[in-house]
């Protein structure tokens, strides 16, 4: 398997923008999260689902950050609009029930 | 909710020398206690883990010591070498059947200095 693939590598942006992240978790995983990491808060998550359903969005920082998983083997994070306080590393983890969560090699997301 | 706290901040050693990572968690009721180390500009990847129902884990010159009762797990890594030079994180999560949350500490750079 090639492990958990993200998209894009990284994002240049301008404030307001609409960004869209992407996100394939490793096949036959159930549980996919999205995780965001910044030199200030830490490695924080933001959102998780459990075949294919939003179980905890609670870390989600506001309205303008959306999630969704149409299928098994797909999930996106948008951020609408953008702001510069957004600019991060976007993580995407899958794991199968509780085992070890895979990480992708993230979205390095800068908003100008 | 559960916090979990990481000590050291920033850690340098002397290669072949051990490095300790101490974390105390607040959440009785989690049982699974894993650590991640991420090298600078990579992924976070599980080095070693460990469930409630052990005391201690060992995996070559890493391990992982729990202390349920004290609320408190450790890395021990021994015979450092320059690639264990990373940021490591610790992090709790409760059982399955109350949600699949992990909460990470807030990192350990580890600087092994040859």
């Known amino acids: 398997d090639a492990g958990v693939i993200q998209s894009p590598r990284h994002e240049v942006t301008e404030m307001g923008q609409e960004v869209t992240l992407r996100c394939k978790p490793i096949s036959g995983h159930d549980y996919l999260f999205w995780y965001r990491q910044t030199m200030m808060r830490g490695l924080e998550l933001l959102i998780y689902?459990?075949?294919?359903?939003?179980?905890?969005d609670s870390g989600m920082p506001e309205d303008r950050f959306s999630a969704k998983m149409p299928n098994a083997s797909f999930s996106t994070l948008k951020i609408q609009p953008s702001e510069p306080r957004d600019s991060a590393v976007y993580f995407c983890?899958?794991?199968?029930?509780?085992?070890?969560?895979?990480f992708g090699p993230g979205t390095r997301l800068t908003v100008t | 909710g559960e916090n979990v706290e990481q000590h050291p901040s920033t850690l340098s050693v002397q290669e072949g020398d051990s490095a300790v990572i101490k974390c105390t968690y607040s959440?009785?009721?989690?049982?699974?206690f894993p650590w991640y180390k991420q090298e600078l500009g990579k992924r976070p990847q599980l080095i070693i883990d460990?469930?409630?129902?052990?005391g201690e884990k060992k995996d070559q010159r890493i391990a992982v010591t729990l202390n349920k009762t004290a609320k408190h797990f450790s890395l021990h890594i021994t015979e450092t070498q320059p690639e264990d030079s990373a940021v490591y994180f610790c992090a709790a999560s409760r059982p399955l059947e109350y949600g699949n949350k992990l909460v990470f500490g807030a990192g350990t750079i580890l600087r092994v200095k040859s």
């Open positions: 959440d009785s009721a989690s049982n699974y």
């Open positions: 460990i469930r409630s129902n052990v």
């Open positions: 689902f459990n075949n294919n359903v939003p179980i905890d």
């Open positions: 983890a899958s794991s199968f029930a509780a085992s070890e969560q895979y």
